[in-house]
């Protein structure tokens, strides 16, 4: 069972979440506003949570930021909920730290697959470390360093360099990733896949330019 912190100012929508996800096996805790949801994270961490874009008091992208900014919570995995649907909206989410991302509206059955898909990813174990060239992957501490200087990824973003370094020039295809980063049960579009290596490339520099987009089939990292 997962303690899930819910930020959602429209009462039916948080009461659906938190009814479906209740129903799913966890502890839920809903907010109407940001204020109350910083207080009640000064108490206690939960082991995920799922934030609404437009709130009366913050926005959700700025909530995701300080989420990331304090060394308590920057790994918290956090799912984001919006009305908007462009993808300069979808990716500017992701960029300022969102792990995933629903789109409303959204079915119960959808929700469910995407909190227990990213609590999947974000508790299973892994191996020490893993190394490509300069590029360290510290999973002890959860740390990502390019010649020694961190970088901060979200954790999808890990997840997917994790994938690229262990099958290092071995063509990944699209399936695949999605099975092994978002899981089986999540429904998506393979779109999600190329948002998150966008902003991955982005923020690796130059070994962003190694992972190669073989087309119609996915990625490889040279």
């Known amino acids: 069972m997962a303690l899930i912190y819910i930020i959602e100012d429209d009462e039916s929508i948080r009461e659906i979440e938190e009814f479906a996800l209740s ?6 805790v809903g907010f109407t506003c940001a204020k109350k949801f910083y207080k009640k994270l000064d108490e206690i961490i939960p082991d995920l949570c799922i934030v609404d874009i437009m709130l009366p008091d913050e926005n959700g992208n700025e909530i995701v930021k300080k989420l990331r900014r304090n060394p308590d919570t920057k790994k918290l995995p956090v799912i984001m909920v919006t009305a908007k649907t462009t993808e300069l909206d979808l990716v500017k989410g992701i960029e300022e730290g969102a792990d995933d991302y629903i789109k409303k509206p959204f079915s119960v059955m959808e929700l469910v697959s995407r909190v227990k898909a990213l609590l ?3 508790q299973k174990e892994e191996v020490k ?3 490509l060239d300069g590029l360290l992957i510290n ?3 959860h ?3 390019i010649d020694g200087k961190p970088i901060e990824l979200t954790y999808k973003e890990y997840e997917l360099l994790s994938m690229f370094i262990l099958n290092k020039g071995i063509v990944l295809k699209r399936d695949s990733i999605m099975d092994k980063v978002w899981g089986t049960d999540y429904e998506g579009k393979t ?3 190329d948002m998150h290596v966008k902003t991955l490339r982005k923020k690796l520099g130059q070994y962003g330019s190694r992972i190669k987009t073989i087309r119609n089939v996915g990625y490889v990292l040279e």
Do not use: D, F, P, Y
């Open 23 to 28: 129903n799913a096996g966890h502890k839920t």
């Open 120 to 122: 999947r990813r974000t």
């Open 129 to 131: 470390e893993l190394k």
């Open 139 to 141: 999973n002890e501490k």
């Open 143 to 145: 740390e990502v360093s």
């Open 191 to 193: 779109r999600t896949i």
